[in-house]
């Protein structure tokens, strides 16, 4: 057993953004907001910046463009509500509820966002989400929390965010017509495994953040788009010999 009495490093100049992809508008209570809002009180409690973003309350457009206002939208919040938190935090975390077994339409579209944003390149000539940490929270009354996360998790793993081991948590109830998450007697906040996983996905992504913040990001060798285009190939050969 771990006896180490603190944490093992200090995290208070981290930053973190929440996004909550509920189709709920404020003020509807958001049973995803209520587990969300467990693991950004542990992360202030590390001194950790913490935005929490309702995506829905955003007048974001629809697209896979930085700017949706170029392309025939006449608003988007993108650009200048949204984007520079992201930009900005060392960790992001993705949360939303499920509908019929899957991610919610607005999880989607802040999925379809980021990926408008993965050509841009960070001051080393990488992806711009390369030393960035990242996981999921979901809730929901049926089934699909580990479908749900696993979509999430690839998608960003993809365009650059790195995860950490056991970066999702969840909870549903009983499969069919509940109680949700945040309703009396669902069970929900006393549920000692969602209270792990949440504890374990807020930590390493803590420590995840920490040992990418310290040593710079990832090492700009072999990732390096415009490297490539111009002819290093980090010792891929096209044409190996095979023997």
Not at 114 to 127: E, R
Not at 174 to 188: F, H, N, Q, R, V
Request: charged share 20%; proline share 7%.
């Amino acid at each position: 057993m771990n006896s180490q009495p603190n944490p093992p490093a200090k995290y208070d100049d981290l930053r973190a953004v929440f996004v909550n992809c509920t189709l709920k508008p404020s003020p509807e209570t958001s049973n995803t907001q209520g587990l969300m809002d467990h693991s950004i009180a542990l992360m202030r409690a590390q001194g950790v910046t913490v935005d929490s973003i309702r995506f829905i309350d955003h007048d974001v457009a629809t697209g896979v463009y930085p700017d949706m206002r170029e392309h025939g939208w006449e608003n988007d919040a993108w650009p200048e509500d949204i984007w520079p938190k992201i930009a900005d935090a060392d960790i992001l975390v993705i949360g939303g509820p499920i509908w019929l077994g899957d991610n919610s339409s607005i999880t989607r579209k802040l999925i379809e966002r980021l990926y408008a944003m993965s050509g841009l390149m960070n001051d080393k000539g990488q992806y711009v989400f390369y030393g960035k940490a990242g996981g999921a929270i979901i809730t929901g009354n049926e089934d699909g929390v580990k479908h749900c996360a696993m979509s999430i998790l690839y998608s960003m793993q993809h365009i650059g965010y790195t995860v950490p081991p056991a970066a999702d948590s969840g909870w549903i109830g009983a499969i069919g017509p509940g109680p949700s998450y945040l309703d009396e007697d669902s069970g929900g906040p006393e549920n000692d495994f969602t209270n792990r996983n949440t504890t374990f996905m807020t930590w390493n992504l803590l420590h995840t953040a920490r040992r990418l913040k310290d040593a710079g990001g990832i090492p700009a060798y072999g990732n390096v788009k415009g490297a490539w285009s111009e002819g290093e190939h980090f010792g891929y050969d096209a044409n190996p010999e095979y023997r």
